[in-house]
T-cell receptor, first 114, second 114 residues
Framework: DAGVTQSPTHLIKTRGQQVTLRCSPKSGHDTVSWYQQALGQGPQFIFQYYEEEERQRGNFPDRFSGHQFPNYSSELNVNALLLGDSALYLC?????????????FGQGTRLTVV | QQQVKQSPQSLIVQKGGIPIINCAYENTAFDYFPWYQQFPGKGPALLIAIRPDVSEKKEGRFTISFNKSAKQFSLHIMDSQPGDSATYFCAARLGSSNTGKLIFGQGTTLQVKP
């Protein structure tokens, strides 16, 4: 059973560019949440997608956007990259049908903005 | 107040010791408290979790103690091993939301010396 998979694993972008990160949820899961983890910090919630819609958003600017596809996979897009966007971006999947389901994380995408 | 405060920031113990990591919260709407273990370059992995109606939960060498009145919970690692060396995050989930959004602590870096 494949767990949560993210691609790419590492990425280097230049300030001002745009980036797209991808996530495939664990088999049987239909909900994808994205988190940003700065170096030495805990993950911070960006937003969550369920039934192809953004269900909740954390304290992140509109430069951060996302999408969920009918197969439940998801993309995170960041426009106009800033140096401060350098972080590990984590995708977590769960089953949205009930509140009390565990969230499983992927290995993350390490984004470096230069 | 949607914060989870975690301490200590780092911890060094000898093999066989019992490291204890503490977390505190303010929001009584939190309804689920997981602990995650993260190795360098990897995503967080769910270790153990507890709900506020339970005062203690054990899974293998890992124990969560929960004090609802004090709004505190802690992770104990029995008979710690060098392989337990990792960063540990406590988290809390808002029961009032329908997304399962997790609020993470700042993390504790544990080193277990042989």
């Amino acid at each position: 059973d494949a767990g949560v998979t993210q691609s790419p694993t590492h990425l280097i972008k230049t300030r001002g560019q745009q980036v797209t990160l991808r996530c495939s949820p664990k088999s049987g899961h239909d909900t994808v949440s994205w988190y940003q983890q700065a170096l030495g910090q805990g993950p911070q919630f960006i937003f969550q997608y369920y039934e192809e819609e953004e269900r909740q958003r954390g304290n992140f600017p509109d430069r951060f956007s996302g999408h969920q596809f009918p197969n439940y996979s998801s993309e995170l897009n960041v426009n106009a990259l800033l140096l401060g966007d350098s972080a590990l971006y984590l995708c977590a999947s769960s089953w949205g049908g009930a509140m009390n389901t565990e969230a499983f994380f992927g290995q993350g995408t390490r984004l470096t903005v230069v | 107040q949607q914060q989870v405060k975690q301490s200590p920031q780092s911890l060094i113990v000898q093999k066989g010791g019992i490291p204890i990591i503490n977390c505190a919260y303010e929001n009584t709407a939190f309804d689920y408290f997981p602990w995650y273990q993260q190795f360098p370059g990897k995503g967080p992995a769910l270790l153990i979790a507890i709900r506020p109606d339970v005062s203690e939960k054990k899974e293998g060498r890992f124990t969560i103690s929960f004090n609802k009145s004090a709004k505190q919970f802690s992770l104990h690692i029995m008979d710690s091993q060098p392989g337990d060396s990792a960063t540990y995050f406590c988290a809390a989930r808002l029961g009032s939301s329908n997304t399962g959004k997790l609020i993470f602590g700042q993390g504790t870096t544990l080193q277990v010396k042989p």
